[in-house]
């Protein structure tokens, strides 16, 4: 089983930022497609953001889109998710995910990946 573990996450006020990071151990991220996650209490997980393995192309929901942005750090083996203007509807426990198969088609989700990490708390309030 790969192991990743997510760091990163806190408390901030509306219209702030965060960076989260996605680390893996014994194994090496960019041959996997990388999800990142997210689960409000009484909600879905829903996908926020992926980067698949092959050309790096990445996928963003709209409730995301222009504000968060997902890369690879090849140097740390690490994939980060920067989130700019935040909104306390973006309150959830963040997770990444990895998958060796799944395509751009498929990479928001949650069903399409085995190996997760333990999550992060974000919380955006004031």
């Known amino acids: 089983q790969l192991q990743l573990v997510e760091s990163g996450g806190g408390l901030v006020q509306p219209g702030g930022s965060l960076r989260l990071s996605c680390a893996a151990s014994?194994?090496?991220?960019?041959?996997?497609?990388i999800g990142w996650f997210r689960q409000a209490p009484g909600k879905e997980r829903e996908g926020v953001s992926c980067?698949?393995?092959?050309?790096?192309?990445?996928k963003y929901p709209d409730s995301v889109k222009g504000r968060f942005i997902i890369s690879r750090d090849n140097a740390k083996n690490t994939v980060t998710l920067q989130m700019n203007s935040l909104k306390p509807k973006d309150t959830a426990v963040y997770y990444c995910?990895?998958?060796?198969?799944?395509?751009?088609?498929?990479?928001?989700?949650?069903?399409?990946?085995?190996?997760w990490g333990q999550g992060t708390q974000v919380t955006v309030s004031s």
């Open positions: 995910a990895a998958s060796p198969s799944v395509d751009l088609s498929w990479c928001l989700s949650p069903y399409e990946y085995e190996d």
């Open positions: 980067i698949v393995s092959s050309g790096g192309s990445t």
């Open positions: 014994g194994f090496n991220l960019n041959y996997y497609t």
